[in-house]
């Protein structure tokens, strides 16, 4: 066993004031939530109770840190009181005795763990390959019991500590809608007994193409923050770059089968669209457009994984006698971009074939969008804006912003500057993301200056 740290290097200065309380764990909680839940589920085999009982250790947090002050390391403080208090629940209920005898090795480790020992423990909770407690939470929550939907918005809420609103937006669908997913998905893993564990054989097979969806979604999450003052959440973007690799890296045909294609196109995506996340925003955390970002600023190193994950998802592809699936046909498209030396040098037509072969094979209403964005860039913004348009009538776009700003766009583009300018103000009412709405007002501003 470790050796025991100092208690007061653990509590830290003593009498935080409220404020300071609350911003730490707000912060914790904001950057770390998934992995206590994680942790703790992996002990009590059921994510609903592992969530309560990490809102528990939260509480806890705010009893005890404004008189005993701050630790230094708080998600291990909060890891380690919620497992407490599993491990408390367990000994207490006599339902779960087959439970504790399932997991009693794990148990009898961690019976005597306390914070000061888990404060050296932590450091390995990111265990490689398939030990990995996140990805169990992934495997679990998307369990074939559950429907499509279900998964995702579990898993957006549990790993990504995304809001029922925030992935409402995500899903465009309503808050009250995403909120009884949530609901029914954790009351119905619970009452199937459903093992946190990572399946295997046919069982993983089952579920990898939800997981290779929410894993995507968790990305999409941080790559394009739904609210807030920042264009990024970078932890988000690492976790879903972290998970996506574990995949690709033990995955392979014999395990994965036809989808082992797809998850070489995932991590090839995955790396592509991250290679430019220093660039998407300056030095005052403003966002950039695609189109003026300075490319020097691309991580190579990603733009290399990305590309080479692409060349393997093309094997596995022709060796199952299949074409390009989703993840791959947009890491195609993301490939274009990479390898544009300057924004000019994009070869737009192929951008818009690609996402032609997207569409045909997963028919969507931001798929064709993103589409008429290709094909205004290609052939012009006549050619787009009609697409565009009979876009305005998809239910699922209702409130979209990024149609609004699409279509504001093609009218700059087009001269008809006062109509873009009403585009852009009604695309920034549509954003919660602060940073989004000053580009998105700045170039209203600019429209109405050159009507």
């Known amino acids: ?14 009498r935080a004031t409220r404020a300071q309380v609350e911003a730490a764990i707000a912060d914790t909680w904001h950057r770390e939530a ?65 439970k504790l005898a399932q997991i009693g090795t794990d148990l009898e480790a961690q019976e005597a763990l306390t914070v000061p020992d888990f404060v050296d423990a932590l450091d390995d909770a ?15 929550a998307c369990h074939p019991l559950l429907s499509p939907d279900a998964r995702s918005a579990l ?89 996506s690799a574990l995949l690709a890296r033990h995955l392979d045909a014999a395990t994965a089968g036809a989808e082992a294609a797809e998850v070489q196109g995932l991590d090839a995506l995955l790396a592509l669209q991250a290679s430019r996340s220093a660039a998407r925003v300056d030095a005052a955390g403003q966002p950039v457009l695609l189109a003026d970002q300075d490319r020097r600023r691309w991580d190579r190193a990603l733009i290399d994984r990305g ?35 300057q924004a000019v040098d994009t070869d737009w037509a192929q951008i818009a074939a690609l996402y032609g072969r997207l569409l045909a094979l997963q028919p969507s209403p931001v798929v064709a969008l993103n589409r008429a964005v290709a094909v205004g860039m290609a052939e012009g913004p006549a050619a787009a804006l009609p697409l565009v348009q009979a876009l305005q009538a998809e239910p699922a776009l209702r409130g979209y912003p ?33 940073a989004e709405q000053a580009l998105l007002r700045r170039r209203a501003d600019e429209q109405a200056g050159l009507a």
């Not at 809608?177 to 029914?184: D, F, N």
């Open 155 to 243: 898993t957006l809420k549990c790993v990504a500590g995304l809001s029922t609103e925030e992935i409402a937006r995500a899903f465009l669908a309503t808050e009250a809608t995403v909120a009884q997913r949530i609901v029914r998905a954790k009351r119905t893993l619970a009452e199937a007994g459903v093992p946190f564990e990572m399946p295997r054989g046919a069982a993983l097979r089952e579920r990898l193409a939800s997981v290779l969806e929410v894993v995507y979604l968790l990305f999409n999450a941080g790559y394009s923050a739904v609210r807030g003052p920042e264009v990024l959440r970078g932890d988000l973007v690492h976790e879903a770059l972290r998970l």
């Open 402 to 434: 990024w149609l609004a700003s699409v279509h504001a766009d093609l009218l700059a583009r087009l001269g008809r500057h006062a109509e873009a300018a009403e585009g852009f103000r009604q695309a920034a009412a549509l954003t919660a993301n602060q």
């Open 307 to 341: 590309l080479a994950a692409l060349d393997r998802a093309a094997a596995l592809a022709a060796s199952h006698g299949q074409a390009a699936g989703p993840y791959a046909l947009q890491a195609a498209i993301a490939a274009c971009h990479a390898r544009a030396g």
């Open 126 to 140: 990111r265990a490689d390959a398939f030990g990995d407690d996140m990805l169990r939470l992934v495997f679990t």
């Open 34 to 98: 998934a992995l206590i839940v994680a942790t703790v589920a992996r002990m009590v085999r059921d994510i609903g109770l592992a969530e309560d009982l990490a809102q528990d250790a939260v509480l806890a947090a705010l009893d005890t840190w404004p008189r005993d002050g701050l630790p230094d390391r708080p998600a291990a403080w909060l890891t380690a009181t919620a497992k407490n208090r599993a491990l408390d629940l367990l000994r207490r209920d006599a339902v779960l005795a087959t």
């Open 1 to 14: 066993m470790a050796a025991r740290r100092p208690r007061s290097e653990l509590q830290g200065t003593p």
